[in-house]
């Protein structure tokens, strides 16, 4: 059965965070009054956001502590499950990564496999170009066995991109089976499949059910990322995805990333329940009642307002300080006299 995901948009500033908060406050003290361990979990694009969010969870509210926020980043999250899955898995730094890939390009070029790449095999160009290639398809989940198929097919078998597909199987097929040692190994994009397929397993580690989960600080997700999320939110009773977003959307070249994986999200759901216009409204009220800010959020908000008009008062209101100026410029000559 496809999840529920709750949506929350509004363009930057307009409270979608702290609103989220109160939503994370309000669980943990549901669970304290149950006094049970709170089933939460927090996603956060970085680690200074994560920071930011557990010192923001506790200021200025009666909560005094908590033993599991779970803040966590997406890659501590997916670090987290790997740690308890049932498959022995070990993290490849990007170090090794370029190691292991300047040891399969110089295979390669000893077998006499490279063609079009041959005279530059031996640089370091080709050595970041081959690795940039192979993180740009493992993010989009393309496996290396349908890149040389898709190679043969529309491409009509190009050189240089059955190259650099060769060079991504190989790489692929080292870090399944790696010279002596039974331990799979996976880089910083295949964290995320190998997270994936433990949680497709089941294999959730300290997690179990899920009373909320937050994301929030995100503008659009990978092909992955998209199915871990579908995985939790089977498992949470709500999730809320929090999504940088203006309505209605006039500035499409401005928000096309964040649009698509808003249509994203509401494919993977039976129902999807969106929310903006209570928000702001909520927002301005609350800046409103502690006096945060108030006049700089509605100028902000009006100066960015597309198709902005120029009114009668903001055209008075610049003609007067245009009088000003000139008349204190004839004063200053006057009172300095005119020279002989």
């Known amino acids: 059965m496809l ?13 979608k965070t702290a609103r989220l908060l109160e ?13 049970r361990i709170p ?14 969010i557990q010192r923001q969870l506790f200021e200025g509210s009666q909560i005094k502590g908590c033993f599991a926020p779970n803040i966590l980043t997406f890659d501590q999250f997916a670090e987290l499950i790997l740690r308890h899955s049932s498959e022995p898995v070990r993290f490849l730094s990007d170090t090794a990564k370029r190691l292991v890939v300047r040891t399969l390009i110089d295979q390669q070029q000893e077998a006499g496999q490279l063609t079009h790449y041959r005279s530059i095999a031996h640089t370091e160009g080709y ?4 690795c940039q290639f192979i993180s740009e398809l493992k993010r989009d989940e393309i496996w290396p066995e349908r890149f040389l198929e898709t190679c043969d097919i529309h491409l009509k078998g190009r050189l240089k991109d059955r190259e650099l597909g060769e060079l991504y199987l190989a790489y692929q097929n080292f870090l399944n089976q790696p010279a002596g040692s039974s331990v799979k190994l ?20 300290p997690f179990t059910t899920f009373d909320l989960i937050v994301v929030d600080g995100f503008t659009d997700f990978t092909f992955t990322q998209y199915k871990i999320l579908e995985q939790l939110a089977n498992r949470a009773k709500r999730m809320i995805v929090s999504l940088p977003l203006e309505e209605p959307l006039v500035r499409k070249d401005l928000f096309a990333k964040t649009d ?8 993977l759901t039976r129902r999807s329940a969106q929310r903006l216009l209570s928000l702001l ?3 301005m009220l609350y800046l409103q009642r502690f006096n945060r800010f108030p006049t700089h959020y509605s100028k902000t908000r009006s100066l960015f307002q597309p198709g902005r008009k120029w009114s009668s008062v903001n055209r008075n209101h610049w003609t007067g300080f245009r009088s000003r100026v000139h008349r204190q410029a004839s004063e200053r000559t006057s009172a300095q006299g005119s020279p002989t």
Do not use: C, H, N
């Open 23 to 35: 939503e994370y406050r309000s669980a943990i003290k549901s669970a304290t009054l149950e006094q």
């Open 127 to 130: 050595l970041e170009l081959a």
């Open 186 to 205: 996976y880089d910083m994009e295949g964290r995320f499949w190998s997270a994936r397929d433990a949680l497709e397993r089941g294999e959730f580690g």
């Open 3 to 15: 999840p529920e995901i709750e949506i929350l948009t509004g363009i930057a500033g307009a409270g």
């Open 39 to 52: 089933r939460l979990l927090w996603l956060t694009p970085t680690l200074r956001s994560r920071e930011l």
């Open 260 to 267: 698509v994986g808003q249509e994203s999200l509401k494919k």
């Open 281 to 283: 409204q909520k927002t």
